[in-house]
């Protein structure tokens, strides 16, 4: 195998590492030793507890001396006896791909899935399994395309590659969990002083004393600096074996076409990139829409509902873009992945194995009572703020999320007017005293109110009110809408294929109203203000 | 006898030390006498290029809301094509500040092709007020959201001018160029438009100005691009038409902060500062932009030690400095007045041998 003397390379380099940690801890217990022979008991005592405190995540990391639940994803473990079918089929793809299968499989709620694995002593001996699987992943992918997934996930471990590569992958692994718990230590750290300066900082504001400023800097330097050594070899270690997890991952997919087929499995590269785009649209325009306002969709439909969005026709003609053009791959010393649309196209060059993409069921029929184990997920994978929230059906929850989103877009605006002298009142009242106020040349006083950039408080004349229309006219549109809910009973109207809209109750279609909203607001926001047709419309 | 020796040499630079502390006196004296009648920093004005009366009698009465002299400096100028677009700018920069008057001008005269213009012209300088003059990295999101959205209004605004104005007038097309550059029109657009710009003025100062901004490597072309440009219509303009101000311009632009000092004096810098001397000479004295080419000139004539040449123009122009090179320095009077004294005191030195 060609792999073989760099793989034999990235063995010995891995050694390294092991190395370097040994140094440290030597360090370390020399440190400790000494304290011990010539500084007074009560230092050696200090010594020989910042010496384990820093020690530990080089144990921890290198050796996995007991993963710590703090780097284990969140995610919902389905058993054997919960799944039989989610079980049966991963086994027999570990078998096809001549590898052992997992010991656990967890549910995640990204488009991802993974295999990791506890291996310890620097990935020598094996360890724990575990597949994680994305439920957007079931949602978006076919049966087929899940396989060819799992295939490549399992192919990294697979005894198909030669023994010391998969030493490699496991060694990778280690590395940058190593790294990893520094940081997250740092962080910690760092977070902790954070909070204990800020509370100091109260305190003296409380008792009248001009507050310091929060600094950092000085928390987590002992284990930054501990880290240093380590990131600087990961950096080298990673760098120097890119070429050979390269090769992995084509290895892997090359094993996914064996498993899945080569058009099941180019398709599901393909329709990964599609899916994080729209499930990162999904999360934000319409699971997350009435988080602001408390609310949030019935159960089982935060990680579920993404199938209504990749349902909709226009949607789908939509995403088929997404398909076709496939990012440019980012380059990253600790990615070993080489870009998607390099290994589309060498997937899509093999010869055809006859396993076409036939029509499939979609993934999610491989879990038994899909709707449970979602909403068992939200349970995992929600804070328990988000937990208590309200849960109202997707029509309410677009009206109700929008309304919120409008009238805290409206708010600058109102408060300008307060300051104006405009008493606060409902929202048409507000709209009103605006455009009174636009009839009576004062529209641009009452404007200067709104907050301004430096650059916008610097500007006079035309410029400063060119730098003061887009929050002016945003925020009369806003005011305008949410008048016409209180006057008009107009709601925002749910669609799976478009952004939300304001709709009256028998507009012609949904896009007319606002359409009628946008030119009545522009004309009473100009520099020779018409009032009359937003009157009329609130007057309807 | 030795002893004697460093009383001679102190003697000696005594003497040369005085000589020189003389000279320099009388040379600042000289300068003094020869630069009589120009004027201190504080008394240049910084808005202009050259004292331009009708202008200004035109923009005070602005300043009190009237635009009726405004309409009749345009009307006066006519097919003057140097005149109007020179006016147009002086009154659209007032109407990018307030433009209360302009709006009473076109409720009287609502299809003013003048009125029109201006209304478009003072978008393109509002847009500008908006983004400031800094490089595109130190301007905000919402300043060039803002530069963006008013450059898009000002393309409908100029196609309204287009359709009022006569058929032969350029200037509607010419003040359309910094647009161009403001929205990174495409170089096959700005062809287009230039197109219908030389079609009826082709060798008009401004819209060489205007296009060889666009070229220029800070906006939509290169070094490369701004060189030829300007090469080309240095060497096809008759003379009079001012065309070889442009390639010191481009120069200027591309080279002036990184060359060295003595580049100025290089064959082909010469050569190019005796074609615009020429120029200058042969162009009609009311030109409204001979005293910006003055202006460059007496620069580059300074940089070159061609003190007496360079002194001539600077007396023409002394009192306005709004042109280029100074209003790219924060003070432009101050940078005006130093260069200026540099060479007066260069002059005053050579006459005094």
Redesign the interface.
Known sequence: MGASPRAVRAFVLLAGFYLVALCVLGVLAGAVAAAWVWAPHLAAIKVTVISALLGLPVLRGVFTLGTGAGDREEALPVTEADQPELWYTVRSLADRSGTRAPDEILLTGEVNAAVSEDARLLGMLPGRRRLYLGVPLLTGLTEPQLHSVIAHELGHYGNADTRLAGITRRGRDCVIRTVAAFQEQERKRIGKERSRQEEAAARRLRKGRKAKRVDTRGAGFGYRMMAKPFQAYARFYLRATSSVGRQQELAADRMAVRVAGRDATASALREIAALDTAHDFYQSRYALLGVEAGLLPPRGEVFGGLRHLLADPRRRSGLAELRYELPPGEESPYDSHPPVAERVRLIEALPDDGLAAAPARPALTLLRDAQRVLAQLEDVLLTSEALAMERVDWPELTHRGMHALAVAAAEPLRTALATAGVAPGSASGDLIALLDRADAGQLWLTAGHLPKSPEAAQATGRAAREFLRPALESGTRRLAELALVEKAGAYWELSWSEQARLRLPGAAYAGGTEETVAAAVRAAVADVPDTAPLRTLLGH | MSGIFPLVVIAAGLFFWLRSRKRAKRTEEFAAELGAGLLPPERQNTDRAYPDPEAEAVLAALSRGEWQPAAQALAAAGTDWERRSYLVGVVARQA????TWL?AWQATRPDDPDAAVVHADAKVA?AW??R?SGWAKDT?T??A??FH??LREAREDFARAVSLAQPGDPTPYLLQIPLYKGLSAPHEALHQLWAEVTARAPYHYEAHWHALQYWSAKWCGSAELARNFAAQAAATAPRGSLLTMFPLVSWYEHNDDEAPREAYGWPEMMALTDAALADVAAARPDHPRVAEVRHLLAYCLTKQDRHEAALGHFRLVDGYVGALPWHYYSDPAEIYCHVRDSALKGAAARADG
């Open positions: 990018a500040e307030d433009d709006r509002l007020r908006i400031g905000t919402e300043q959201a803002g959205r008013v």
